[in-house]
C-alpha cells in the first residue's frame, strides 16, 4: 500500500505561495467518490500534515506518468467510470482534485513555471506505489485547459464522456455547480458567471466544444447512454489488462450510486418538460451534440469487430 504524501491543498503565508501536503498513513487511498471527501476524511482523523514551497512541485520525480485521463460535460456518468475503475485495488483515481483546480484558477503566474509545477502536482497525487495505475479525472470546466493538459502527458490516453445536452442542461439548473459561483473562472467562460439558464447554457456548449480540436487516437468518446456497458471499451483503451475478477468487480461498482459513499442503489431521474427559453437555449448545444455522435459512431463500430 502507498504511504505517499499528498498534496491536498495551494495555499499561502505572507508572500509566500505554498503546497499543503496531508500523509495517509494505513488508510486505503481514494476510496470515496471524490478527492475532497478522502482529504476531510483524513482531516477529521488527525492525519499528519505538513508545508512545502510551491516551486518544489517542479522537483517531483515521476514514477510513471498517468494511465488515464477522464474528461466530462458534467452530469454525464463520469464519476461512474472512475468509480469502476476504482473498484480494481491497483488502481488509484483521484477525483476531481482540488489542488489541480486552485492551479488552473491562479492567474499570474510565471508560464514558463506553470507548467512544469502542474505537471509535478499531477505526478505527486498519482503517488509512486509499484504496481499501480493512477487516473486523473477532471473537473468539467477542466477542459477549457485541455491543450495544457495533454500536452503535459502526450502519451497518456483520454476519455470524453457526455450527455444529451437536455438533460446535462436540466441537471445544472436544477443544482447548480460548485464553479457556477467561482469569480476567478469567470474570465474563461467568457467574462461572467454561470449564474442562470443561458449563462450555465454557453458553458456547456464551450464544455461540449473543447475537445473537438484535440480529437486523436488517444480519445475515446463515451455516450452516457452507453455505460455502464462502455467499461470494458474504456479499460482496452486504457490499455489495461483485467483478469475475470477484476471485470467483475467493475460491473458489481456499476449498480449503485457512483456519487454516494457505499452501496446505495442508483434511480435514474426522470427528464423534466422542457421549457421554450430551454428549448431555445439548446440549439447550439444539439449540434454539438449530433456531432459527437457521429464521431463516436466509427469508434463504437471498431469495438465491436
Known amino acids: 500500500m502507498s504511504t505517499d504524501w499528498i498534496p491536498c491543498e495551494l495555499t499561502t503565508a505572507g508572500q509566500r505561495s505554498l503546497v499543503r501536503w496531508i500523509h495517509p498513513g494505513a488508510k486505503p487511498l481514494f476510496t470515496e467518490p471524490f478527492f475532497r471527501q478522502t482529504i476531510d476524511a483524513l482531516v477529521q482523523a488527525n492525519a499528519v500534515q505538513k508545508l512545502t514551497p510551491l516551486e518544489a512541485l517542479a522537483e517531483v520525480a515521476p514514477a ?16 461512474l467510470v472512475s468509480r469502476s475503475l ?50 486523473i479525472k477532471f473537473t468539467s470546466w477542466n477542459l477549457l485547459h485541455l491543450q495544457q493538459l495533454l500536452a503535459l502527458f502526450p502519451a497518456t490516453p483520454w476519455v470524453f464522456v457526455y450527455r444529451d445536452p437536455v438533460d446535462v442542461l436540466q441537471s445544472l439548473v436544477a443544482r447548480p455547480p460548485r464553479w457556477a459561483a467561482l469569480s476567478q473562472l469567470a474570465p474563461a467562460l467568457g467574462g461572467h458567471q454561470a449564474d442562470g439558464l443561458q449563462a450555465l447554457a454557453q458553458v456547456l ?27 470494458a471499451d474504456i479499460a482496452e483503451h486504457f490499455g489495461l489488462r483485467l483478469d475475470a475478477a477484476e471485470q467483475a468487480s467493475m460491473v458489481h461498482v ?52
Not at 73 to 78: E, L
Not at 97 to 115: C, E, I, M, S
Open 64 to 79: 510513471k506518468a498517468p494511465a488515464g485521463f477522464i474528461f466530462h460535460v458534467s452530469r454525464c456518468g463520469s464519476t
Open 86 to 135: 476504482a473498484g480494481i485495488p491497483r488502481h488509484r483515481v483521484v477525483s476531481e482534485p482540488a489542488p489541480v483546480n486552485q492551479w488552473l484558477l491562479a492567474h499570474g503566474r510565471d508560464p514558463q513555471a506553470k507548467w512544469p509545477q502542474l505537471k509535478g502536482l499531477i505526478h505527486a497525487l498519482c503517488g509512486t506505489a509499484a504496481g499501480v495505475d493512477c487516473f
Open 205 to 231: 456548449q464551450r464544455l461540449f466544444a473543447a475537445p473537438l480540436p484535440h480529437w486523436s487516437g488517444r480519445a475515446l468518446a463515451i455516450n452516457y447512454a452507453q455505460l455502464p456497458g462502455a467499461m
Open 254 to 305: 456499476a449498480q449503485y450510486d457512483a456519487k454516494q459513499a457505499g452501496e446505495v442503489p442508483f434511480r435514474p431521474r426522470e427528464r423534466a418538460p422542457v421549457s421554450d427559453t430551454m428549448a431555445s437555449a439548446m440549439a447550439p448545444l444539439n449540434l454539438l451534440w449530433d456531432q459527437w455522435e457521429a464521431m463516436r459512431a466509427p469508434s463504437e463500430a471498431l469495438h465491436a469487430h
